[in-house]
């Protein structure tokens, strides 16, 4: 059973396309993460969020705490967007996390 | 990077061996996190620490353990090595339990053969 289920799973989108990644969870949390993994391996934290909606640049993370669904936006995709995205649930001492989203953005 | 790191980046050791990682931060945060990253389980978590001296179990401890005596410094020991516990390591840390500064170090290729 997976606390937090991500999709898709792959993506791979044209420069300049708008992204959307979908994340659920089943547990109750503190607050969600989104995590940014390129080629190479380094974690990056890109959002936490606990209500409403945050942006960065041409990052958008929403959070819908009824629905317990959280959704990544990328505006006008580049191909430095390559990466994969993973989100996070935080349950106050412990993160779930899903098996992330491999997104390609071809030039 | 943002004040943690991970030494080694990178190891090769024999089934057997006992292996400690070290994961030591700047920043004086009071969570520390160890993880392990495979292909198709994602990151799961070994141990985490909310405190010094303070540790706890994660969901995949079996094999490992940790010490905290300082607040900069989490290490992860493998007691003796086998080739399941080849994978890529992360260390986080973070300010408070919800996350709030949550920051990785680069990664530990652990092989074992």
């Given at each position: 059973?997976?606390?937090?289920?991500?999709?898709?799973?792959?993506?791979?989108?044209?420069?300049?396309?708008?992204?959307?990644?979908?994340?659920?969870?089943?547990?109750?949390?503190?607050?969600?993460?989104?995590l940014q993994q390129h080629p190479g391996g380094g974690i990056v934290s890109l959002f936490m969020l606990s209500s409403g909606k945050k942006k960065h640049g041409r990052l958008i993370a929403t959070i819908n705490i009824q629905e317990k669904h959280s959704s990544l936006h990328i505006t006008a995709s580049h191909p430095r967007d390559s990466a994969v995205y993973i989100c996070a649930a935080n349950t106050g001492n412990q993160f779930y996390f899903g098996t992330g989203t491999s997104l390609t953005v071809i030039p | 990077d943002a004040g943690i790191t991970q030494s080694p980046r990178h190891k090769v050791t024999e089934t057997g061996t006992p292996?400690?990682?070290?994961?030591?931060?700047?920043?004086?945060?009071?969570?520390?996190?160890?993880?392990?990253?495979?292909?198709?389980?994602?990151?799961?978590?070994?141990?985490?620490?909310?405190?010094?001296?303070?540790?706890?179990?994660?969901?995949?401890?079996?094999?490992?353990?940790?010490?905290?005596?300082?607040?900069?410094?989490?290490?992860?020991?493998?007691?003796?090595?086998?080739?399941?516990?080849?994978?890529?390591?992360?260390?986080?840390i973070s300010e408070s339990d919800r996350g709030f500064g949550y920051t990785f170090g680069s990664g530990t290729r652990l092989t074992v053969v």
């Open positions: 059973k997976n606390e937090v289920e991500q999709s898709p799973q792959n993506l791979t989108a044209q420069e300049g396309e708008f992204i959307t990644i979908n994340c659920s969870y089943s547990v109750g949390i503190s607050a969600l993460h989104w | 292996v400690t990682l070290r994961c030591h931060q700047t920043e004086n945060h009071r969570y520390m996190y160890w993880y392990r990253q495979d292909p198709g389980h994602g990151l799961r978590l070994i141990h985490y620490s909310y405190g010094v001296k303070d540790t706890d179990k994660g969901e995949v401890s079996d094999g490992y353990s940790v010490s905290r005596s300082k607040t900069e410094d989490f290490l992860l020991t493998l007691e003796s090595a086998t080739s399941s516990q080849t994978s890529v390591y992360f260390c986080a």
